[in-house]
């Protein structure tokens, strides 16, 4: 079956534009993760969706992030205002429930100019 | 807080050469461990993981690691490498209660002809 697909594959943009990152699981995966990796480094956790609701989010920088399932599958990532230090690798994973392992997408890498 | 330590940046062996690549780790119950790897442009494959159990498992590609509590380790092993083992690898240890993963920064494996 499908994996874990994660559009754009690329994005560039500019400093304080507004930019959206989608992510589909795999089917039937309950649980979802956001994570970002920066150059040279492991990634880090973002955000983990059970379902619709946003189980932990500790891993948001600040406020002009922010993500959304809305209906348990698809999530977007959304990030306001962008500034040049959001230029990163964004990676999803999905897993069937918590606990179980993670699949990863093959990312979105943004580029903030 | 749960953290993973890979002591090694950057390791260069030759092919059909042995490998070992180490991985510390720092969580407060029993650990869910993980390996991936993850080649240019690729996204994370899952090499292995380690839940409960035989303290030595095996994952794809002749990859092994062995769980050691008492040195908080979990370190990936292989008897002879190819040429298309080059790429990073990260730990994991995932955090059952928070749904998320914290990564090592990574090891970049070089083979050598």
């Known amino acids: 079956g499908a994996g874990v697909s994660q559009t754009p594959s690329n994005k560039v943009t500019e400093k304080g534009k507004y930019v959206e990152l989608r992510c589909d699981p795999i089917?039937?995966?309950?649980?979802l993760y956001w994570y970002r990796q920066s150059l040279g480094q492991g990634p880090e956790f973002l955000i983990y969706?059970?379902?619709?609701?946003?189980?932990?989010d500790s891993g948001l920088p600040n406020d002009r992030f922010f993500a959304v399932r809305p209906e348990g599958s698809v999530s977007t990532l959304k990030i306001q205002r962008t500034e040049r230090g959001d230029s990163a690798v964004y990676l999803c994973?999905?897993?069937?429930?918590?606990?179980?392992?993670?699949?990863f997408g093959p990312g979105t890498r943004l580029l903030v100019l | 807080a749960q953290s993973v330590t890979q002591p090694d940046i950057h390791i260069t062996v030759s092919e059909g050469a042995s490998l070992e690549l180490r991985c510390n780790y720092s969580?407060?119950?029993?650990?869910?461990l993980f390996w991936y790897v993850q080649s240019p442009g690729q996204g994370l494959q899952l090499l292995l993981k380690?839940?409960?159990?035989?303290?030595l498992v095996q994952g794809i590609k002749g990859f092994e690691a062995e769980f050691k509590r008492s040195q908080s380790s979990f370190n990936l092993r292989k008897p002879s490498v190819h040429w298309s083992d080059a790429a990073e690898y990260f730990c994991?240890?995932?955090?059952?209660?928070?749904?998320?993963?914290?990564f090592g920064d990574g090891t970049t494996l070089t083979v050598k002809p």
């Open positions: 969706f059970q379902g619709t609701g946003a189980a932990d």
């Open positions: 994991a240890v995932y955090n059952t209660n928070a749904g998320k993963s914290t």
């Open positions: 089917s039937g995966h309950t649980a």
């Open positions: 994973a999905s897993s069937l429930t918590q606990a179980e392992t993670q699949y």
């Open positions: 969580y407060g119950a029993t650990p869910y």
């Open positions: 380690y839940f409960s159990g035989d303290t």
